[in-house]
């Protein structure tokens, strides 16, 4: 049984794919599976993008390694970026990264750098892997893009944003309000809304336009502020403009 999640997200500035099989946050800490193999793979020629050859290098070193590890180690996920693709399994043991160097040593048309590291926490998964609320948000994010570009509307125009932020108390609720402030937000009206467990609810406004990478960064403001206040984005309201 596999829980795969992906999500268009950036790292040190660069825009990236992240796939992460959602099932072991609960199964890594039972399986005590604490060494972490990493295989990256890059073209050959340095700043070139994947030709059609390496994608089908890259999908053949994937099966092998599968194959290779299979009752051995778990692929818990994987970041694609537009000339690198960064592959992340566990383990428990260690001896298995000679077998992947020797699959990895293979496929001498890709670049290939593999390697194991202890990690008894898990970090690799919990910490940058794993979606954030954030990250999450981007998931909803696509499809409002994915969505837009349908009807046939333009991305690129900049847009008034609603954003209903909700609390677990009204003292969060107006501690948050006094601080999006600071960060270029707007504060609309504040209500309490019954059922839920974070009744207490204020809209925010700011402006962006609908690229992802710009909404991402649009959200991942107001969601980073929130959660200071243990709060959370509840719904995001963006005017459709036809290209």
């Not at 092998?64 to 694609?80: I, M």
């Not at 593999?114 to 999450?136: M, N, Q």
């Not at 609908?210 to 929130?226: D, K, Q, S």
Request: overall charge negative.
């Amino acid at each position: 049984m596999t829980d795969w999640l992906t999500y268009e997200w950036e790292h040190e500035g660069r825009p990236a794919v992240f796939r992460v099989d959602l099932q072991y946050w609960d199964l890594l800490p039972v399986l005590a599976y604490s060494q972490l193999i990493y295989v990256s793979c890059a073209p050959k020629n340095p700043g070139s993008g994947f030709s059609k050859g390496d994608e089908h290098l890259i999908a053949s070193l994937r099966s092998a390694l599968s194959q290779q590890l299979e009752g051995h180690a778990v692929f818990t996920g994987n970041v694609r970026f537009d000339d690198l693709e960064q592959l992340y399994y566990y383990t428990s043991d260690p001896a298995l990264i000679n077998h992947v160097s020797a699959t990895c040593r293979q496929y001498s048309k890709l670049q290939t750098i593999c390697g194991c590291i202890h990690e008894p926490h898990f970090a690799t998964y919990y910490r940058f892997l794993f979606p954030d609320d954030a990250k999450l948000q981007s998931v909803e994010n696509r499809a409002l893009v994915d969505r837009t570009i349908k009807r046939g509307g333009d991305l690129r125009l900049v847009r008034r944003i609603e954003l209903e932020m909700a609390f677990l108390s009204r003292d969060d609720c107006i501690d948050f309000a006094a601080q999006i402030k600071r960060v270029g937000f707007t504060v609309g009206s504040m209500s309490m809304v019954s059922g839920g467990t974070h009744p207490y609810r204020v809209s925010i406004f700011g402006y962006s336009t609908l690229e992802l990478h710009e909404l991402n960064r649009f959200t991942a403001r107001a969601i980073g502020i929130a959660a200071k206040y243990d709060g959370l984005l509840e719904k995001l309201d963006a005017p459709f403009i036809r290209a």
